[in-house]
């Protein structure tokens, strides 16, 4: 089962990601937009795993979250990744949270290698994706667009639990089912 560690987002704060996308969709360009009951903060993709390791994946993340006081996160600003080059991968927006983001983030790296899941290389950039570019075609228009948002502010909200999900890979996109949720303090 394809699984990941994330944080999900509040219903406004979607909602106002949404009408976003809304805004940037023009007809010509191909990009694979998120829908809203996917829009999360990945902490930890865990990709295939075997049922069997569910419950010592849960553990840890039941003991992680009992050491973490709920913190606030702030959504805002847009980019594309890579940020240079002329035709972007992925549009983001951006997140500002406090140092407990990454101390999360990086016990939950830290914890889950102890048990055979390998660390990410790339440093962890909080950000949540709006959308995967299939084709560059036409882009240089939505990206114009989206730098249009680059100092707004789509919403705040507290983070009381981190989630263990399961992603099916469907034709129409990934379904999301929540496996586990962790209450912090």
């Not at 009992?66 to 997140?95: A, C, D």
């Amino acid at each position: 089962m394809r699984t990941f560690i994330a944080v999900d987002l509040d219903r406004e704060i979607k909602k106002s990601l949404s009408s976003l996308i809304e805004k940037l969709i023009l007809k010509r360009e191909k990009i694979k937009w998120v829908q809203r009951q996917g829009m999360h903060i990945t902490l930890k993709f865990l990709g295939e795993i075997e049922k069997a390791q569910i419950p010592e994946v849960e553990n840890i993340l039941r003991n992680i979250s009992e050491n973490f006081k709920s913190f606030s996160l702030k959504i805002k600003g847009t980019g594309y990744f890579p940020p240079e080059k002329k035709n972007p991968r992925v549009l983001w927006v951006g997140i500002e949270a406090d140092k407990t983001l990454f101390v999360l983030q990086e016990q939950v790296e830290t914890e889950l290698e102890k048990i055979g899941f390998p660390r990410e290389k790339r440093s962890f950039h909080p950000h949540l994706t709006l959308g995967r570019v299939k084709t560059f075609s036409f882009i240089h228009e939505t990206i114009k667009e989206l730098k249009k948002y680059q100092e707004a502010f789509f919403g705040e909200m507290i983070v009381n639990k981190i989630t263990l999900f399961q992603s099916i890979l469907k034709p129409s996109g990934a379904e999301y089912i929540v496996l586990s949720e962790y209450l912090l303090k």
